[in-house]
Each structure stands twice: as structure tokens, then as C-alpha cells.
């Protein structure tokens, strides 16, 4: 089957500017997710998707970070304005088969952004 | 409150030898426990999973883990360590919280392997 996947795959822009990534999860997969992995430290969970709802949203920066699944497939991750700590590599991932039990989520490549 | 934490920021053995990977976690409930690998440019890819069932839990590429509850520790082992072996890797805990999976990566544990 075809993996999770992700564009661009890097990213450079400037400060105060605007970035979309995009993601498409493995077909079929209810659940989607974002992290942030920023250099030297696990992967940070931004949001999480179960078919076009969001579930925990919890850690997003929702004054400068969006993201949608509006038909409960593939996914945008939007910042703006973009600030220097928001350089990481952003992931996504999908699960299946839902949220009665943990199960093994399938990671796209990430897109790495560089804001100068 | 969930949290993870992976002893060694860094692990360095020979090939041939055994590894270990050392992860305490905290959790208020009955948590799933997994270990993700990261090679270098590469996506993350599961190890292996504990889910409840047998506290030993075997994965792929010869690695293992056992969910020990009195100790709050799942700690990676394998019994020889291969070249191959050289990559990044997360231990991570999840619980099902008001119906919403919550999901936390330890900081990860760099393994090298010398020749």
C-alpha cells in the first residue's frame, strides 16, 4: 500500500511570512496527525484528526497555527505569520483503525522548514 | 499526568554486544507503550508495541521490550547489535483520554554502533 504522503519537502521563507504543508494519509486511515519535531527532540503532537473532527488540539499555537481535514482525508497545516521557532521538521502520520485502541501510526517523510 | 522520559540521550556499543535502551514513563491510567526508530533521513517507523497483553513484547530487526509496571519502565534490549542499528529512537506512551488518544514522544536516544 502506498505510505503517508507529505509536500514540500523542505521549506524556507522568512519571518512574519506564510507556509502551508500538505499531507495525505494512507487510504482509509480514520486518524491523522501532526508533529513537530524540532532538531534534537522527539516529535511534539500538534493536532489530531479522527475522520474530519479534531480530537486534541491541545498543543497547536492557535493564534499563528491552523489546520484542516475538511473531507476526512488529506490534510493542510498552515502557520502564519511564521516565527524563527517554528523551524522543525513537521510530520505527519495516520493510524487505523480508530481511538478504542492505541495502534501503530504509519509517518510520512516531513517537510523541514528553515525560517530566517 | 502522561509523561516519558528516556535515560540516555546517547548510547554507544560495539557491534556484536548487547543494547540497551532505557524509558521510565508516568501515567494515570493503563497506557500503551511503544518504541519508534528514526534512520537518518529517514521516516519514523514502529518497533515494536505493548498493548496490554504479554509484558514481552518481540519486534522487528531482533529488538524487544518489557513493560515492567512496578518499575514504570519499558526498556529496549537486543541481544547483538549490528551497524544497521545506528539510527535515533523514541519511546512513546498513549492513553485513551475522554475518547482522544494522547500521545507523548520521549526526547529519543541516539545509538551508535562501533565497528
Known amino acids: 500500500e502506498a505510505g503517508v504522503a507529505q509536500s514540500p519537502r523542505y521549506k524556507i521563507i522568512e519571518k512574519r511570512q506564510s507556509v502551508a504543508f500538505w499531507c495525505n494519509p494512507i487510504?482509509?486511515?480514520?486518524?491523522l496527525y501532526w508533529y513537530q519535531q524540532i532538531l534534537g527532540q522527539g516529535p511534539k503532537l500538534l493536532i489530531q484528526f479522527q475522520n474530519n473532527g479534531v480530537v486534541d488540539d491541545s498543543q497547536l499555537p492557535k493564534d499563528r497555527f491552523s489546520a484542516e481535514r475538511l473531507k476526512g482525508v488529506d490534510s493542510t497545516l498552515k502557520i502564519q505569520p511564521a516565527k524563527l521557532e517554528d523551524s522543525a521538521v513537521y510530520l505527519c502520520?495516520?493510524?487505523?483503525?480508530?481511538?478504542?485502541?492505541?495502534?501503530?501510526?504509519?509517518f510520512g517523510p516531513g517537510t523541514r522548514l528553515t525560517v530566517l | 499526568a502522561q509523561s516519558v522520559t528516556q535515560l540516555d540521550s546517547h548510547v554507544s556499543v560495539s557491534e556484536g554486544t548487547p543494547v540497551l535502551l532505557r524509558c521510565n514513563y508516568s501515567s494515570s491510567y493503563s497506557p500503551s507503550l511503544f518504541w519508534y526508530v528514526q534512520h537518518p533521513n529517514k521516516g519514523l517507523q514502529l518497533l515494536l508495541k505493548?498493548?496490554?497483553?504479554?509484558?514481552l513484547v518481540k519486534g522487528i530487526n531482533g529488538f524487544e521490550a518489557e513493560f515492567k509496571k512496578s518499575e514504570t519502565s519499558f526498556h529496549l534490549t537486543k541481544p547483538s547489535a549490528h551497524m544497521s542499528d545506528a539510527a535515533e529512537y523514541f519511546c512513546?506512551?498513549?492513553?485513551?483520554?475522554?475518547?482522544?488518544?494522547?500521545?507523548?514522544f520521549g526526547s529519543g536516544t541516539r545509538l551508535s554502533i562501533r565497528p
Open positions: 512513546v506512551v498513549s492513553d485513551i483520554l475522554r475518547g482522544a488518544s494522547k500521545i507523548i
Open positions: 505493548y498493548t496490554s497483553a504479554a509484558t
Open positions: 487510504s482509509g486511515h480514520a486518524t
Open positions: 502520520a495516520s493510524s487505523s483503525p480508530g481511538l478504542a485502541a492505541p495502534n501503530e501510526q504509519f
